[in-house]
Protein backbone atom coordinates (compact mmCIF):
# COMPACT_ATOMS: atom_id res chain seq x y z
CA UNK A 1 0.00 0.00 0.00
CA UNK A 2 1.14 3.21 -1.05
CA UNK A 3 -0.15 6.42 0.89
CA UNK A 4 0.99 10.14 -0.01
CA UNK A 5 0.42 13.25 1.70
CA UNK A 6 -1.02 15.99 0.02
CA UNK A 7 2.47 18.68 -0.47
CA UNK A 8 2.79 21.76 1.93
CA UNK A 9 2.73 24.02 -0.86
CA UNK A 10 -0.39 25.20 -2.22
CA UNK A 11 -1.76 28.10 -4.38
CA UNK A 12 -3.09 31.43 -2.06
CA UNK A 13 -6.35 30.78 -2.28
CA UNK A 14 -9.38 34.31 -1.81
CA UNK A 15 -11.05 33.70 1.41
CA UNK A 16 -14.73 32.73 0.94
CA UNK A 17 -17.44 32.89 3.46
CA UNK A 18 -19.07 29.54 4.44
CA UNK A 19 -22.61 29.01 2.73
CA UNK A 20 -23.56 27.32 5.87
CA UNK A 21 -25.17 24.44 3.65
CA UNK A 22 -24.85 20.90 4.46
CA UNK A 23 -24.02 18.40 2.68
CA UNK A 24 -27.21 16.84 1.55
CA UNK A 25 -26.73 16.08 -2.15
CA UNK A 26 -24.52 19.36 -3.26
CA UNK A 27 -23.88 20.73 -6.62
CA UNK A 28 -20.42 21.80 -7.99
CA UNK A 29 -18.46 24.47 -5.82
CA UNK A 30 -17.19 27.44 -6.85
CA UNK A 31 -13.92 29.44 -5.15
CA UNK A 32 -12.29 32.17 -6.61
CA UNK A 33 -9.31 31.91 -8.66
CA UNK A 34 -5.95 31.25 -6.71
CA UNK A 35 -2.81 33.15 -6.97
CA UNK A 36 -0.52 30.39 -8.66
CA UNK A 37 3.00 29.58 -7.03
CA UNK A 38 5.93 29.83 -9.20
CA UNK A 39 6.04 26.28 -9.40
CA UNK A 40 4.17 22.49 -9.03
CA UNK A 41 2.82 22.20 -5.63
CA UNK A 42 3.68 18.72 -6.84
CA UNK A 43 7.19 19.45 -7.34
CA UNK A 44 7.22 19.16 -10.92
CA UNK A 45 7.89 21.68 -13.60
CA UNK A 46 5.61 22.03 -16.34
CA UNK A 47 5.90 19.86 -19.36
CA UNK A 48 6.96 20.55 -22.90
CA UNK A 49 5.85 18.37 -26.32
CA UNK A 50 7.28 15.29 -26.71
CA UNK A 51 9.26 15.04 -30.16
CA UNK A 52 7.98 13.81 -32.75
CA UNK A 53 3.96 14.86 -31.80
CA UNK A 54 4.32 17.98 -33.90
CA UNK A 55 2.18 19.52 -31.73
CA UNK A 56 2.08 23.00 -29.59
CA UNK A 57 0.85 23.66 -26.27
CA UNK A 58 1.03 26.23 -23.29
CA UNK A 59 0.95 24.53 -20.14
CA UNK A 60 0.45 26.53 -16.90
CA UNK A 61 2.83 25.57 -14.17
CA UNK A 62 0.17 23.32 -12.53
CA UNK A 63 -1.87 22.15 -14.94
CA UNK A 64 -1.84 18.74 -16.90
CA UNK A 65 0.15 18.14 -19.60
CA UNK A 66 -2.35 18.53 -22.15
CA UNK A 67 -1.93 19.01 -26.08
CA UNK A 68 -3.59 21.98 -27.57
CA UNK A 69 -3.49 21.91 -30.92
CA UNK A 70 -2.64 19.13 -33.45
CA UNK A 71 -0.94 18.26 -36.55
CA UNK A 72 -0.91 14.87 -38.82
CA UNK A 73 0.01 12.51 -36.12
CA UNK A 74 -0.83 14.21 -32.61
CA UNK A 75 -3.72 13.48 -30.55
CA UNK A 76 -5.46 15.48 -27.83
CA UNK A 77 -4.89 13.07 -25.17
CA UNK A 78 -3.74 14.30 -21.28
CA UNK A 79 -0.02 12.58 -21.51
CA UNK A 80 1.00 10.97 -24.97
CA UNK A 81 -0.54 9.80 -28.51
CA UNK A 82 -3.09 7.29 -27.43
CA UNK A 83 -2.38 4.88 -30.41
CA UNK A 84 1.53 5.03 -29.71
CA UNK A 85 3.20 2.25 -27.57
CA UNK A 86 2.70 2.27 -23.93
CA UNK A 87 3.89 5.55 -22.21
CA UNK A 88 7.35 6.20 -20.59
CA UNK A 89 7.07 7.02 -16.99
CA UNK A 90 9.48 9.78 -15.42
CA UNK A 91 12.45 8.90 -14.84
CA UNK A 92 13.98 8.69 -11.28
CA UNK A 93 9.90 9.82 -10.33
CA UNK A 94 9.25 8.90 -6.86
CA UNK A 95 5.78 9.02 -6.59
CA UNK A 96 3.82 5.85 -6.62
CA UNK A 97 1.63 7.32 -9.17
CA UNK A 98 5.01 6.94 -11.38
CA UNK A 99 6.11 3.30 -9.94
CA UNK A 100 3.45 1.58 -11.46
CA UNK A 101 2.93 -0.68 -8.53
CA UNK A 102 -0.34 -2.96 -8.60
CA UNK A 103 -2.06 -1.61 -5.71
CA UNK A 104 -2.14 1.60 -4.49
CA UNK A 105 -4.42 3.91 -2.15
CA UNK A 106 -3.81 7.33 -2.35
CA UNK A 107 -4.47 9.75 0.29
CA UNK A 108 -4.35 14.08 0.21
CA UNK A 109 -4.91 15.46 3.46
CA UNK A 110 -6.64 19.40 3.32
CA UNK A 111 -5.57 21.56 5.89
CA UNK A 112 -8.85 23.04 4.86
CA UNK A 113 -11.01 19.61 5.39
CA UNK A 114 -11.43 20.15 9.40
CA UNK A 115 -8.69 17.42 10.07
CA UNK A 116 -10.83 15.10 8.53
CA UNK A 117 -8.85 12.29 6.05
CA UNK A 118 -9.72 12.31 2.65
CA UNK A 119 -8.90 9.18 -0.14
CA UNK A 120 -9.10 8.66 -2.99
CA UNK A 121 -7.52 4.73 -3.93
CA UNK A 122 -6.30 3.04 -6.82
CA UNK A 123 -6.37 -0.56 -7.51
CA UNK A 124 -5.86 -3.08 -10.52
CA UNK A 125 -8.33 -5.81 -11.43
CA UNK A 126 -5.31 -7.51 -13.97
CA UNK A 127 -5.62 -4.55 -17.00
CA UNK A 128 -8.53 -3.01 -15.18
CA UNK A 129 -7.85 0.05 -13.10
CA UNK A 130 -10.30 0.99 -10.35
CA UNK A 131 -10.13 4.70 -9.07
CA UNK A 132 -12.44 5.04 -5.97
CA UNK A 133 -13.48 7.79 -3.86
CA UNK A 134 -13.79 6.57 -0.48
CA UNK A 135 -15.61 9.58 1.84
CA UNK A 136 -18.89 7.49 2.39
CA UNK A 137 -19.05 10.07 5.67
CA UNK A 138 -19.84 12.93 2.71
CA UNK A 139 -21.49 10.64 0.21
CA UNK A 140 -18.30 10.77 -1.28
CA UNK A 141 -18.30 14.98 -2.02
CA UNK A 142 -15.32 16.39 -3.26
CA UNK A 143 -13.47 19.15 -1.51
CA UNK A 144 -9.59 20.33 -3.00
CA UNK A 145 -8.00 17.03 -0.98
CA UNK A 146 -10.50 15.12 -2.81
CA UNK A 147 -9.91 17.03 -6.71
CA UNK A 148 -5.61 16.37 -6.01
CA UNK A 149 -6.51 12.95 -5.12
CA UNK A 150 -8.62 12.54 -8.89
CA UNK A 151 -6.08 14.27 -10.55
CA UNK A 152 -3.26 11.97 -9.07
CA UNK A 153 -5.17 8.85 -10.02
CA UNK A 154 -6.25 9.65 -13.22
CA UNK A 155 -2.86 10.60 -14.30
CA UNK A 156 -1.02 7.82 -12.99
CA UNK A 157 -3.55 5.39 -15.18
CA UNK A 158 -2.56 7.32 -18.31
CA UNK A 159 0.86 6.52 -17.50
CA UNK A 160 0.02 2.74 -16.38
CA UNK A 161 1.52 0.05 -18.79
CA UNK A 162 -0.89 -2.47 -17.53
CA UNK A 163 -4.34 -0.73 -17.23
CA UNK A 164 -6.05 -0.22 -20.25
CA UNK A 165 -9.10 0.67 -19.01
CA UNK A 166 -10.15 2.79 -16.02
CA UNK A 167 -13.13 2.58 -13.93
CA UNK A 168 -14.51 5.82 -11.42
CA UNK A 169 -16.43 4.72 -8.57
CA UNK A 170 -17.58 5.99 -5.02
CA UNK A 171 -17.21 3.74 -1.97
CA UNK A 172 -20.33 2.82 -0.20
CA UNK A 173 -23.57 3.62 -1.77
CA UNK A 174 -23.38 6.71 -3.31
CA UNK A 175 -21.71 7.30 -6.19
CA UNK A 176 -20.53 11.22 -5.53
CA UNK A 177 -22.88 13.82 -4.30
CA UNK A 178 -20.97 16.74 -5.69
CA UNK A 179 -18.61 18.86 -3.99
CA UNK A 180 -18.60 19.66 -0.33
CA UNK A 181 -20.45 22.63 0.41
CA UNK A 182 -19.16 22.61 4.13
CA UNK A 183 -15.42 23.38 3.04
CA UNK A 184 -16.53 24.78 0.09
CA UNK A 185 -12.33 24.72 -1.08
CA UNK A 186 -12.44 23.72 -4.71
CA UNK A 187 -10.25 25.29 -6.83
CA UNK A 188 -10.08 26.74 -10.64
CA UNK A 189 -7.18 24.90 -11.71
CA UNK A 190 -6.32 24.34 -15.23
CA UNK A 191 -7.05 20.81 -15.10
CA UNK A 192 -10.78 22.39 -13.72
CA UNK A 193 -12.29 22.02 -10.32
CA UNK A 194 -12.81 18.79 -9.59
CA UNK A 195 -9.24 18.06 -10.75
CA UNK A 196 -9.92 16.02 -14.32
CA UNK A 197 -12.71 17.81 -16.13
CA UNK A 198 -10.68 19.80 -18.47
CA UNK A 199 -8.20 16.91 -19.62
CA UNK A 200 -8.76 13.92 -21.16
CA UNK A 201 -6.97 10.84 -20.82
CA UNK A 202 -5.62 8.13 -23.80
CA UNK A 203 -8.12 5.35 -22.30
CA UNK A 204 -11.38 4.01 -22.10
CA UNK A 205 -13.28 5.18 -19.02
CA UNK A 206 -16.35 3.82 -17.28
CA UNK A 207 -18.65 4.86 -14.55
CA UNK A 208 -19.75 2.62 -12.38
CA UNK A 209 -22.85 4.36 -10.47
CA UNK A 210 -24.44 3.70 -7.26
CA UNK A 211 -27.03 5.82 -5.54
CA UNK A 212 -26.85 9.49 -6.00
CA UNK A 213 -24.79 10.56 -8.83
CA UNK A 214 -25.40 14.35 -9.07
CA UNK A 215 -24.55 17.94 -9.39
CA UNK A 216 -20.50 17.36 -9.60
CA UNK A 217 -20.57 13.70 -9.42
CA UNK A 218 -22.73 14.08 -12.59
CA UNK A 219 -20.40 15.86 -14.39
CA UNK A 220 -17.32 13.00 -13.04
CA UNK A 221 -19.61 10.64 -14.56
CA UNK A 222 -20.10 12.70 -17.65
CA UNK A 223 -16.31 13.10 -18.06
CA UNK A 224 -16.03 9.23 -18.56
CA UNK A 225 -16.80 7.53 -22.00
CA UNK A 226 -19.85 4.49 -20.42
CA UNK A 227 -21.40 5.01 -17.25
CA UNK A 228 -23.20 1.64 -15.54
CA UNK A 229 -26.08 2.31 -12.86
CA UNK A 230 -27.74 0.24 -10.26
CA UNK A 231 -31.46 0.10 -10.72
CA UNK A 232 -31.78 2.69 -8.03
CA UNK A 233 -29.48 5.03 -9.32
CA UNK A 234 -30.49 8.46 -8.97
CA UNK A 235 -29.09 11.46 -11.42
CA UNK A 236 -29.79 15.20 -11.82
CA UNK A 237 -28.16 18.97 -11.35
CA UNK A 238 -28.77 19.09 -8.15
CA UNK A 239 -26.64 22.22 -7.16
CA UNK A 240 -29.75 24.10 -8.68
CA UNK A 241 -30.57 24.05 -5.72
CA UNK A 242 -28.26 26.28 -3.93
CA UNK A 243 -27.50 28.81 -7.07
CA UNK A 244 -24.07 27.03 -8.18
CA UNK A 245 -23.34 26.70 -11.38
CA UNK A 246 -21.97 23.87 -13.32
CA UNK A 247 -18.28 24.47 -14.04
CA UNK A 248 -16.86 21.53 -14.54
CA UNK A 249 -18.27 19.92 -17.64
CA UNK A 250 -22.17 19.66 -17.21
CA UNK A 251 -23.45 22.09 -19.77
CA UNK A 252 -20.82 20.99 -22.68
CA UNK A 253 -20.93 17.46 -22.08
CA UNK A 254 -24.24 16.60 -21.12
CA UNK A 255 -26.15 17.64 -24.24
CA UNK A 256 -23.75 15.71 -26.22
CA UNK A 257 -24.96 13.00 -24.32
CA UNK A 258 -28.50 13.05 -24.13
CA UNK A 259 -29.09 15.91 -26.69
CA UNK A 260 -30.16 19.52 -26.25
CA UNK A 261 -33.51 19.27 -24.96
CA UNK A 262 -33.04 16.74 -22.56
CA UNK A 263 -29.74 18.55 -20.94
CA UNK A 264 -32.06 21.85 -20.80
CA UNK A 265 -34.52 19.89 -18.86
CA UNK A 266 -31.99 18.82 -16.52
CA UNK A 267 -29.69 21.77 -15.54
CA UNK A 268 -33.06 24.42 -15.85
CA UNK A 269 -35.17 22.09 -13.37
CA UNK A 270 -32.52 19.90 -11.37
CA UNK A 271 -34.90 17.43 -11.35
CA UNK A 272 -33.88 13.84 -10.15
CA UNK A 273 -33.71 11.37 -13.27
CA UNK A 274 -33.97 7.39 -12.26
CA UNK A 275 -31.71 4.79 -13.41
CA UNK A 276 -34.07 3.23 -15.85
CA UNK A 277 -35.04 6.82 -17.45
CA UNK A 278 -31.35 7.54 -18.34
CA UNK A 279 -31.03 4.13 -20.14
CA UNK A 280 -33.91 5.54 -21.79
CA UNK A 281 -32.01 8.68 -22.75
CA UNK A 282 -28.71 7.63 -23.48
CA UNK A 283 -27.48 9.11 -20.18
CA UNK A 284 -26.58 4.89 -18.62
CA UNK A 285 -25.08 2.65 -21.12
CA UNK A 286 -26.41 0.10 -18.77
CA UNK A 287 -28.41 -0.49 -15.50
CA UNK A 288 -27.87 -3.44 -13.30
CA UNK A 289 -28.94 -4.78 -9.82
CA UNK A 290 -28.29 -2.65 -7.02
CA UNK A 291 -24.64 -3.58 -5.70
CA UNK A 292 -23.63 -4.68 -8.95
CA UNK A 293 -22.57 -1.97 -11.04
CA UNK A 294 -18.52 -2.39 -10.10
CA UNK A 295 -18.98 -5.88 -11.35
CA UNK A 296 -21.20 -4.65 -14.63
CA UNK A 297 -18.59 -2.35 -15.35
CA UNK A 298 -15.57 -4.36 -14.89
CA UNK A 299 -16.70 -6.95 -17.20
CA UNK A 300 -17.42 -4.17 -19.89
CA UNK A 301 -13.72 -3.25 -19.34
CA UNK A 302 -12.08 -6.89 -19.22
CA UNK A 303 -13.95 -7.17 -22.59
CA UNK A 304 -12.61 -4.12 -24.45
CA UNK A 305 -9.01 -4.89 -22.61
CA UNK A 306 -9.42 -7.97 -24.36
CA UNK A 307 -9.30 -6.16 -28.47
CA UNK A 308 -5.90 -4.93 -29.80
CA UNK A 309 -5.42 -1.94 -27.87
CA UNK A 310 -3.77 0.53 -30.68
CA UNK A 311 -6.77 1.05 -32.48
CA UNK A 312 -9.30 0.96 -29.50
CA UNK A 313 -7.37 3.86 -28.77
CA UNK A 314 -6.94 5.48 -31.48
CA UNK A 315 -10.66 4.66 -32.72
CA UNK A 316 -11.74 6.87 -29.53
CA UNK A 317 -9.41 9.41 -29.85
CA UNK A 318 -10.82 10.04 -33.47
CA UNK A 319 -14.25 10.05 -32.26
CA UNK A 320 -13.48 12.45 -29.65
CA UNK A 321 -11.27 14.89 -31.52
CA UNK A 322 -14.07 15.02 -34.46
CA UNK A 323 -16.62 16.61 -31.77
CA UNK A 324 -17.17 20.03 -33.31
CA UNK A 325 -15.36 19.63 -36.56
CA UNK A 326 -16.96 19.93 -39.72
CA UNK A 327 -17.69 16.33 -41.45
CA UNK A 328 -14.69 16.79 -44.00
CA UNK A 329 -12.26 17.77 -41.57
CA UNK A 330 -13.70 14.94 -38.88
CA UNK A 331 -12.98 12.62 -41.77
CA UNK A 332 -9.51 14.04 -41.93
CA UNK A 333 -8.64 13.63 -38.59
CA UNK A 334 -10.36 9.93 -38.57
CA UNK A 335 -7.91 9.04 -41.82
CA UNK A 336 -4.96 10.07 -39.53
CA UNK A 337 -5.45 8.24 -36.59
CA UNK A 338 -6.42 4.99 -38.65
CA UNK A 339 -2.65 5.60 -40.84
CA UNK A 340 -1.09 5.17 -37.13
CA UNK A 341 -2.39 2.17 -36.31
CA UNK A 342 -2.91 0.64 -39.73
CA UNK A 343 0.16 -1.72 -38.93
CA UNK A 344 -2.43 -3.64 -36.24
CA UNK A 345 -5.42 -3.95 -38.88
CA UNK A 346 -2.56 -5.71 -41.24
CA UNK A 347 -1.75 -8.37 -38.17
CA UNK A 348 -5.81 -8.73 -37.70
CA UNK A 349 -6.24 -9.18 -41.46
CA UNK A 350 -3.32 -11.91 -41.17
CA UNK A 351 -5.04 -13.50 -38.37
CA UNK A 352 -8.46 -13.86 -39.75
CA UNK A 353 -7.21 -15.18 -42.75
CA UNK A 354 -5.68 -17.95 -40.86
CA UNK A 355 -8.70 -19.07 -39.39
CA UNK A 356 -9.45 -16.21 -36.20
CA UNK A 357 -12.81 -15.03 -35.02
CA UNK A 358 -14.92 -16.74 -38.34
CA UNK A 359 -18.79 -16.97 -37.23
CA UNK A 360 -18.80 -14.18 -34.77
CA UNK A 361 -16.55 -15.89 -32.35
CA UNK A 362 -15.14 -13.59 -29.71
CA UNK A 363 -18.35 -10.85 -30.27
Known amino acids: MVTESLPATEPAKVTVP ?5 TGLPGAALKSMPQWPAKRPWGANSRTTG ?19 FK ?4 NSMLHHPATAAPRRRQGATSGYARGATHGTHRAESS ?41 AWRRFDEDEDADVGI ?17 DLVDRPEGFIGISRIRVSKPTIAAVEGYCVAGGLELALWCDLRVAGESAVFGCFERRFGVPLVDGGTQRLPLVVGLGRALDMIL ?13 GLANRVCPDGEALATAVAIAQRVSSFPQPTVRSDRAALLDGLGLTLDDGLAREREH ?16 AGAGRHGEGI
Open 168 to 184: LTGAGETFCAGADLRSF
Open 338 to 353: GLIVWETAVEGARRFA
Open 18 to 22: DPGAA
Open 72 to 75: ATSA
Open 269 to 281: TGRAVGAQEALDI
Open 51 to 69: PGTGATRTVHPDAITVLTR
Open 112 to 152: EARGAAMTVHYDRRDRVAVITVDRPQRRNAIDDAVAIGLNR
